[in-house]
């Protein structure tokens, strides 16, 4: 399964920008998927999940600015954030676990990362 990040770039303080995530793998499922950060010199850092019953969970950090939405039959995720700060600037980086049946209709359960998207947010 690979994941296709796009939405990534540079804005102003206040601005917004939104990120999408798609799994390329044809009937994959999410259980949960979600966006973790790294920012130059500190460890990655989750943001926001969102479980295929749709729940969402935000760090404290990003709460009340970014929103998670997803839609599982496209195994797709959105991270929506406005307001957005200096200090969100970072690498993000999609994350998901699911399952996805082969061509022996096994299931086939996994954990997955994409290639990362830079937020740049500066004046």
């Known amino acids: 399964v690979t994941l296709v990040e796009s939405g990534g770039g540079a804005v102003q303080p206040g601005g917004s920008l939104r990120l999408t995530c798609a799994a390329s793998?044809?009937?994959?499922?999410?259980?949960?998927m979600g966006w973790y950060r790294q920012a130059p010199g500190k460890e990655r850092e989750w943001v926001a999940d969102?479980?295929?019953?749709?729940?969402?969970n935000y760090a404290d950090s990003v709460k009340g600015r970014f929103t998670i939405s997803g839609d599982n039959a496209k195994s797709t995720v959105y991270l929506q954030m406005n307001r957005l700060k200096p200090e969100d600037t970072a690498v993000y980086y999609c994350?998901?676990?699911?399952?996805?049946?082969?061509?022996?209709?096994?299931?086939?359960?996994?954990?997955?990362w994409g290639q990362g998207t830079q937020v740049t947010v500066s004046s």
């Open positions: 793998r044809r009937g994959f499922r999410f259980n949960t």
């Open positions: 994350n998901t676990d699911g399952l996805y049946y082969n061509a022996n209709g096994a299931p086939v359960v996994g954990r997955y």
């Open positions: 969102i479980s295929s019953g749709g729940n969402t």
